[in-house]
């Protein structure tokens, strides 16, 4: 028992340790999911060190019966694979309001989320990052916006770094 759980604490350390490529210090483009009818969500990621960053996602809608505006910010922490490839994970939160309004029925409110991140991301040789992540979202307040207080989101993103 003893051996399994000092192997499990050093393959953690090795983990944490690994050396993570040089992370951009800025990068701006778009986050491409679900996210709960927001669909795509402008992204700025802004580099802290070289293994870690924030990143901040706005996030709209607007149709004929839903305006919704959200905004998420995360810190993520940075591992390189190889190469260009990097996998990252992190912790945040955010902040939205809706209004729905159809036939005469209107409603509105606002939310506020606990969120974390975990995805994987390529650096190309030009300035051209894609990544793939998961970020599931835990509402709190969010009235009538969502009946399980839970949202997992899966969303390709592509920004340019600089």
Known sequence: MKKTLL????LIGLAFSANAQDISKNALGLRLGDNDGFGGEISYQRGLSNKTRLEFDLG???????DAIK???LHQWVWNIDGGFNWYAGLGGGLGSWSYDKNGNDDSGAFVLAAGDIGIEYNFDVPIQLSLDFRPEFYFNS????EDNFGPDIALGIRYRF
């Not at 192997?7 to 050093?10: E, L, Q, T």
């Not at 009235?143 to 969502?146: A, E, I, L, T, V």
Request: hydrophobic share 45%; proline share 0%; net charge neutral.
């Open 7 to 10: 192997s499990a604490i050093m």
């Open 60 to 66: 709209w809608r607007n149709s004929n019966n839903v």
């Open 71 to 73: 905004i998420v910010g």
């Open 143 to 146: 009235d009538d916006f969502r």
